[in-house]
């Protein structure tokens, strides 16, 4: 029976880890997915302020690759939020006519950025990345037609920073459960285990009893019942039996 | 066994409450962990949204339009709530507090808020454009506030709320999975029990109440138990001492009689010769001795096939739910040959390989023994897994998936005939009732962990969990005993001939249970919900983890309803009427997608089709042998069984193949509807076939 309760634990342990590891996980990702869906929404929140001002300026007929304003704006735009490394305008064929960062408008925008944005249409595109992921929406002119895409450059490094700060307190929350719960479940297992033991224990004192009437009776309860009583009868019978030839042999050995 | 099934409910139902327990305080930790994290997070993004409401009020300002007379706000304020649909209340206030324009509805107090000193300080500080966003929570909102000031002088502030209950929803998103991972921790725990204990537990119990009815018989004769398979070694201890004393006692007197038959005759005891007579009479009626190591029976050997089964199996089910989308995406063009059909060639190839190598592998089983078999076809569906997460295009992926196939058929095989090798002819519905039972809990589990796997980690991240999983599976196998299959299991996969075959399908009794009845459901069964609603959920928005969800739901229904029919099945009329009316009944859940396109009818036609096949399936099986009496006189019943599975199982291959074709003509509503269609109606004719082919029974000749 000690290997059985040994087993019992395990098993606790065991579904206690898979359950409360399974929810961990999938809360963490849900964190995961989450934060990282209000970072980009807060990027292309930021993205759309500069897209209203880009409007602005091509409903006043300036060319779309000639707002003067337009640098300071994308300038002050990523200083007001820590998390966007760069803000940068390509025209339709990748050329990069606007950035926070200057050296990038001698490279044209990534094919992947160009890609996602053709891809996505007029809606909202994301390319993740290594080090920095980019979020992107794209500019339309007067008529309706796409000019071109802005991009907002994102720190991979915050989301990521945020995602293990909750990563932990998740991990540590569900430690904390799969610990209490699996000693719980063990404790409850072992009390069910309990009545086995009990029933096992009845059929024990059956076979130990010396007395033949208590034998039987105990016998009848519990685990095997009726099996276990005929058992018991049975052997009684066949020691009486043989105890009662003895008995003859050495009685009518001593007349 | 019922006191052991009371001891499994008992130890299961503690468990599972102890689970609940556990994912309800896991649900509020991580409640409290997320609004404690989230909340700065969402005051950020709030911030961005509320700068764009800024920096329009500022350029309209910037135009000499007054502060106080500015239009369209409310429309710009609608803009941001469908931008950013957590929004729940935006105002913009003077340089008072005072509301100008507001929106939604607005938190408790929170007039009172806008005037107090610490928002109206904001308007003050030395650089309030670039003042750092914090929530404060007013009434039931957290509420972001970003002063509104020129160079010259402030002139409001722009205050939005978001509800605190944006957590709840996010946690209360998260609810259907752990639902599933409590249903699934509940087969896993019985799962678990059984491998862990229950299975030895039954022996033992099975083992003692033998002992002790052999006992009451009179046979004494003891017998040595394994102690290491035994979960009552005292008990059996105390039961051999019992039976060891009368045994000594026995042989005790025998001895004396002997003895005492050895002295001279004058010399001998009087009783002796009526003890001697009593001692034969004694051995007559009782049985004395030791009958040496009890070896254990086959049906003991049985269980042990469970475990291996069900992590194998698991494995493959993992993929159900996101298989069809993983191939779309490693989609290359095949000439000749349109997308919609290249997506379901990987499944259709798996189900043909299955289809064709069981009885090739049945009789390489026959050579290699059931343990080797299940263990190299592990090895290569693990590989098949491992290669299939790391698949270029969806050419190599075939390769890969054959490989998958294989190693299914092989472990399927060996351990169909490992159950039937170990199980006695009048165990053997509860033998493979044991065998089906892996299958099903595998079902259960496999689709919908797998559906929040790839969901969370990746489709590739969950097929190289799956190959874990089927080397995992090694391990429990190569717990079992080494046997090689008997004559019963090497008759039942003996390769069918060509001749056969072409007999069988000649026979209109044989067509009607395999062509109306078989092969139609499992088309539904791999069409529907192998290949139609993984791809489907993705079409209308839905995420892998709800396929995985509803295929969860049509396991659960077969577990639940299939043991039911089978006491049902008791006359011909009645199996007619359950494989007719299941088929039928598992059509209309394919017709039902006409009424709508939804989750919910979805789910709908899934658990029809899964009660459908439930009514169906055991009867089905049986009716082989009711109607095919000649069939199987003439050619074995090994024979008969073997083409019928076979077509079976091609009918598993065609599925996702018609559904593609359809789907590629009519897109998918339709493509359910018609497969659904056209079961119904293979339903309705096979009822009306049957019926007349009893009528025409029952006429004199």
Redesign the interface.
């Known amino acids: 029976?000690e290997?059985?309760q040994r087993?019992?634990i395990?098993?606790?342990v065991?579904?206690?880890g898979?359950?409360?590891g399974?929810?961990?996980?999938?809360?963490y990702?849900?964190?995961r997915?989450?934060?990282h869906r209000?970072?980009t929404?807060?990027?292309l929140?930021?993205g759309?302020?500069v897209e209203?001002?880009i409007q602005?300026s091509l409903l006043l007929g300036l060319q779309f690759g000639d707002i003067g304003t337009l640098p300071g704006t994308l300038e002050r735009e990523r200083?007001?939020?820590d998390?966007i490394t760069g803000i940068d305008v390509f025209d339709m064929e990748g050329r990069v006519l606007y950035s926070t960062d200057r050296e990038r408008t001698a490279h044209p925008a990534p094919a992947t950025w160009l890609a996602a944005g053709k891809k996505a249409g007029t809606g909202a595109w994301i390319v993740p990345g290594p080090v920095e992921s980019a979020a992107g929406i794209s500019i339309e002119n007067n008529f309706g037609l796409t000019i071109g895409y802005l991009s907002l450059r994102y720190s991979n490094e915050r989301v990521q920073q945020?995602a293990y700060?909750?990563g932990r307190?998740?991990a540590i929350?569900?430690l904390?459960?799969?610990a209490?719960?699996a000693a719980?479940?063990s404790f409850?297992?072992l009390?069910?285990?309990r009545?086995?033991r009990r029933d096992?224990a009845a059929?024990?004192s059956a076979?130990?009893a010396v007395d033949p009437v208590r034998a039987s009776a105990a016998a009848g309860r519990g685990?095997?019942g009726p099996?276990?009583q005929?058992?018991?009868?049975?052997?009684r019978a066949?020691?009486t039996?043989?105890?009662?030839?003895?008995a003859?042999?050495?009685?009518?050995?001593s007349? | 066994m019922s006191?052991l099934r009371g001891?499994y409910l008992?130890?299961a139902g503690?468990?599972t409450?102890?689970?609940l327990?556990?994912?309800a305080?896991?649900?509020m930790?991580?409640h409290r962990?997320?609004e404690?994290?989230?909340a700065p997070?969402?005051a950020?993004?709030i911030a961005?949204?509320g700068?764009?409401i800024r920096?329009?009020v500022l350029?309209a300002v910037g135009n000499d339009i007054d502060f106080t007379a500015l239009y369209g706000v409310d429309q710009r304020f609608d803009e941001v709530k469908s931008?950013?649909p957590e929004v729940s209340y935006i105002a913009i206030t003077d340089e008072h507090g005072k509301i100008l324009h507001q929106r939604f509805r607005p938190p408790a107090g929170a007039t009172d808020y806008f005037r107090s000193p610490g928002v109206l300080a904001q308007l003050s500080a030395p650089d309030p454009g670039?003042a750092s966003a914090t929530a404060t929570r007013v009434g039931d909102q957290y509420v972001v506030s970003l002063p509104i000031v020129t160079p010259e002088r402030p002139l409001g502030t722009v205050h939005i709320g978001v509800d605190v209950r944006f957590v709840d929803d996010?946690v209360l998103?998260?609810l259907l999975?752990?639902v599933v991972?409590?249903v699934?921790?509940l087969f896993?725990?019985l799962e678990?029990?059984h491998f862990?204990?229950g299975a030895?537990?039954e022996a033992s119990l099975r083992a003692?109440?033998e002992?002790?009815?052999r006992?009451?018989?009179?046979d004494?004769a003891t017998r040595q138990t394994n102690q290491a398979e035994s979960?009552?070694?005292?008990?059996f201890q105390?039961?051999n001492?019992?039976?060891g004393?009368?045994n000594a006692?026995?042989a005790a007197?025998a001895r004396?009689?002997e003895n005492?038959k050895r002295v001279p005759a004058h010399e001998r005891?009087?009783?002796?010769a009526?003890?001697g007579t009593?001692?034969q009479q004694?051995g007559q009626r009782?049985r004395f001795g030791d009958d040496g190591p009890d070896a254990a029976s086959p049906e003991r050997l049985l269980s042990k096939v469970r475990a291996p089964l069900f992590v194998f199996i698991l494995a493959e089910e993992l993929t159900r739910p996101f298989l069809p989308t993983y191939v779309k995406e490693l989609l290359v063009p095949l000439p000749g040959l349109a997308p919609e059909v290249v997506v379901a060639l990987p499944i259709a190839l798996f189900m043909l390989i299955v289809a064709l190598g069981q009885p090739f592998f049945g009789v390489y089983c026959g050579r290699a023994g059931y343990r080797r078999t299940m263990m190299i076809g592990a090895g290569i569906a693990a590989a098949g897994f491992a290669a299939t997460a790391l698949a270029a295009s969806v050419l190599d992926l075939l390769l890969w998936r054959s490989l998958c196939a294989l190693g299914y058929a092989m472990v399927f095989v060996a351990a169909q005939g490992y159950v039937l090798d170990h199980s006695t002819t009048a165990g053997r519905v509860r033998s493979f009732a044991l065998f089906v039972g892996a299958i099903m809990a595998a079902a259960i589990c496999g689709p919908s962990?797998g559906g929040?796997l790839a969901?969370?980690?990746g489709e590739r991240s969950t097929f190289a969990i799956a190959a874990l999983l089927a080397l995992g599976s090694i391990a429990v196998i190569r717990l079992m005993p080494e046997s090689r299959p008997g004559r019963a299991a090497a008759a039942e996969t003996r390769l069918p001939r060509l001749r056969e075959i072409s007999s069988l399908m000649a026979n209109p009794r044989f067509m009607a249970v395999t062509g109306l009845a078989a092969m139609p459901a499992k088309i539904l069964l791999t069409g529907v919900c192998f290949y139609l609603v993984p791809l489907y959920m993705l079409s209308i928005g839905e995420n892998q983890a709800m396929a995985g969800r509803i295929l969860m739901a049509y396991a659960v229904i077969m577990v639940l309803i299939a043991p039911l029919t089978p006491p049902l099945a008791t006359t011909r009329e009645r199996m007619h009427w359950l494989v007719g009316g299941g088929l039928v009944v598992s059509g209309i859940g394919g017709l039902l997608m006409l009424a709508g396109g939804g989750i919910g009818w979805v789910l709908a036609a899934v658990m029809l089709i899964g009660l459908g096949q439930s009514l169906a399936i055991s009867a089905q099986s049986a009716l082989v042998a009711d109607q095919c009496e000649e069939a199987i006189a003439q050619l074995g019943e090994g024979t008969v069984y073997g083409v019928y599975r076979l077509l079976e199982r091609i009918g598993n291959a065609l599925g996702p193949i018609i559904a593609g074709t359809l789907v590629l003509h009519f897109d998918y509503r339709p493509s359910f509807v018609v497969i659904g269609a056209a079961v119904a109606l293979c339903g309705a004719i096979f009822m009306t076939v049957a019926h007349r082919n009893s009528q025409l029974a029952l006429k004199p000749a």
């Open positions: 029976m290997s059985t087993r019992m395990i098993v606790a065991l579904v206690c898979f359950a409360v399974m929810a961990g996980l999938l809360n990702f849900k964190y997915t989450t934060v209000i970072v929404e807060r990027i929140a930021t759309r302020s209203h001002s602005s200083a007001a939020d998390v945020s700060e909750a307190q998740i929350a569900s904390a459960v799969f209490l719960a719980l479940s409850a297992l009390a069910v285990m009545r086995l096992v059929v024990e076979l130990r685990l095997f099996a276990l005929r058992f018991v009868e049975t052997i066949a020691e039996e043989i105890a009662g030839l003895r003859r042999m050495q009685r009518d050995a007349r | 006191y001891i008992r130890l503690v468990l409450l102890v689970v327990a556990a994912l305080a896991n649900a930790l991580s962990a997320f404690r994290t989230l997070e969402m950020k993004k961005s949204v700068a764009s920096a329009l350029t931008e950013a670039t996010i998103d998260m999975d752990v991972v409590l699934v921790s896993f725990t678990l029990l862990m204990f030895r537990l003692l109440v002992a002790f009815e006992g009451a018989r009179g004494f979960v009552f070694d005292s008990l105390l039961m001492g019992a039976l004393r009368v006692a026995y007197l004396d009689i005492g005891q009087p009783g002796l009526h003890a009593g001692l004694l009782f962990i929040i969901d969370n980690i």
